[in-house]
C-alpha cells in the first residue's frame, strides 16, 4: 500500500516537451514510472524519448491512454489553465511543480477545484514519490523532480512544504535503513491543493505507513491544524520540524507562504502547540529521522 501513487500509475506530464519537464520526465522514466502521455499544443503526433506519445491537449490524452495522474512543468502564465484543463479531463491526480503563480490565479483554481473530483498537489512543490520495491526502490512512482535515488520503500510517510528538507528526511530515513512509503511535498505557496492534514489523514488510513514526519516552516496555521486532527486522530508516531526560527518578523522568506502573519505562525509558536499534540520535535533538520526513531522505539 502507500497513498496517492503507486507503480501503477498512469501519468502525463503536461509540458514535456520544455527543457525543464523533458529532463524530469526522463530521470521519471528511468526510476520505473509509467509515464503514459506527454501534452505539448501543436506537438500533438509526435514520440518522447522514441516512447511515450505527445498529445496537443489533456482530453486526448487521458482518452487514449488511461491517465489518471498529471504533472505540470509550466511556466507561471499558464500554469492555472493547465490545471484546469486536467481537472476539465477528468484526471484524479494534479501536481503543479511551478513556481510564481500569481495568487489570484491560484484563488480562481481553488474555487473551481472545490467539489471536483480531482486532488491537487501544489503548485511550487517537488512533488510526490512512492519508492519501488527493486534494485534501488526503481520500479515505483516519480512525479515531479525529487531525487529517486535517495529513497527506500518502507513505513515511514513524509510530508512537506520545503522540498529540500523532504529530501533531507528522506536521506536521513534511508541512511538509517528505514524507507519510506510514500513522501509528498505539498508546496510552500499560501494557496495549494492538499494541506498538511489531508496528507495525515490519508497516512493514518493506510496500513503500510507506521510513523510520520511532518516539516513545516512559519507562515499559516496549516501544521497547527494537523496537530491538532492527529493529537486526537491518529495513533501513528509523528515527528516535527518546523523552519524559520531566525526568520525576521514581517518577512517573507523563500516560500511565497513563509511570512509570519498572527501568534499561532511563527516557529516557536508552532513547535510549542505540535509538542502539546504528542509529536516530536526536532530543534534542527539534522535530527529529523532520528527524532522520529527516537518516538518510535526503534
Given amino acids: 500500500m502507500s497513498i496517492l501513487i503507486d507503480e501503477n500509475t498512469k501519468v502525463l506530464v503536461q509540458g514535456i516537451t520544455g527543457g525543464f519537464g523533458g529532463r524530469h520526465a526522463k530521470l521519471?522514466?528511468?526510476?520505473?514510472?509509467?509515464?503514459?502521455?506527454?501534452?505539448t499544443p501543436t506537438k500533438g503526433g509526435q514520440m518522447f524519448e522514441n516512447t511515450v506519445p505527445i498529445f496537443d491537449t489533456v482530453s486526448e490524452a487521458v482518452k487514449e491512454t488511461g491517465a489518471t495522474a498529471s504533472v505540470i512543468f509550466v511556466p507561471p502564465a499558464f500554469a492555472a489553465d493547465a490545471i484546469l484543463e486536467a481537472a476539465d479531463a477528468g484526471v484524479e491526480?494534479?501536481?503543479?511543480?511551478?513556481?510564481?503563480?500569481p495568487v489570484m490565479d491560484m484563488?480562481?483554481?481553488?474555487?473551481?477545484?472545490?467539489?471536483?473530483?480531482?486532488?491537487?498537489?501544489?503548485?511550487?512543490?517537488?512533488?510526490?514519490?512512492?519508492?519501488?520495491?527493486?534494485?534501488?526502490?526503481?520500479?515505483?512512482?516519480?512525479?515531479?523532480?525529487?531525487?529517486?535515488?535517495?529513497?527506500?520503500?518502507?513505513?515511514?510517510?513524509?510530508?512537506?512544504?520545503?522540498?529540500?528538507?523532504?529530501?533531507?528526511?528522506?536521506?536521513?530515513?534511508?541512511?538509517l535503513g528505514y524507507g519510506q512509503s510514500t513522501c509528498v511535498g505539498i508546496g510552500g505557496d499560501p494557496i495549494n491543493g492538499t494541506s498538511h492534514l489531508d496528507v495525515i489523514r490519508m497516512f493514518n488510513e493506510d496500513p503500510e505507513?507506521?510513523?510520520?514526519i511532518l516539516i513545516g516552516e512559519i507562515g499559516g496555521i496549516a501544521e497547527v491544524e494537523a496537530a491538532r486532527w492527529a493529537k486526537d486522530h491518529c495513533k501513528k508516531p509523528i515527528a516535527g520540524f518546523?523552519?524559520?526560527?531566525t526568520a525576521p518578523p514581517g518577512r517573507r522568506m523563500g516560500h511565497a507562504g513563509a511570512?509570519?502573519?498572527?501568534?499561532?505562525?511563527?516557529?516557536?509558536?508552532k513547535k510549542l502547540i505540535l509538542a502539546e499534540c504528542?509529536?516530536?520535535?526536532?530543534?534542527?533538520?539534522?535530527?529529523?529521522?532520528?527524532?522520529?526513531?527516537d518516538l518510535w522505539g526503534k
Fill in 28 to 39: 521519471s522514466l528511468e526510476y520505473g514510472t509509467n509515464i503514459v502521455g506527454g501534452v
Fill in 278 to 293: 504528542g509529536i516530536a520535535v526536532a530543534e534542527t533538520p539534522g535530527v529529523m529521522a532520528k527524532t522520529l526513531l
Fill in 107 to 175: 484563488m480562481r483554481v481553488k474555487a473551481m477545484l472545490t467539489g471536483s473530483r480531482s486532488r491537487l498537489v501544489g503548485p511550487n512543490c517537488p512533488g510526490i514519490v512512492t519508492p519501488g520495491r527493486g534494485e534501488k526502490s526503481h520500479g515505483g512512482c516519480r512525479i515531479g523532480i525529487a531525487p529517486g535515488y535517495i529513497h527506500k520503500r518502507g513505513n515511514v510517510g513524509v510530508v512537506s512544504r520545503s522540498g529540500t528538507l523532504t529530501y533531507e528526511a528522506v536521506w536521513q530515513l534511508t541512511q
Fill in 93 to 101: 491526480l494534479i501536481v503543479c511543480i511551478t513556481e510564481g503563480i
Fill in 242 to 245: 518546523i523552519a524559520g526560527a
Fill in 209 to 212: 505507513t507506521e510513523a510520520i
Fill in 259 to 269: 511570512i509570519v502573519g498572527g501568534e499561532e505562525d511563527t516557529a516557536q509558536a
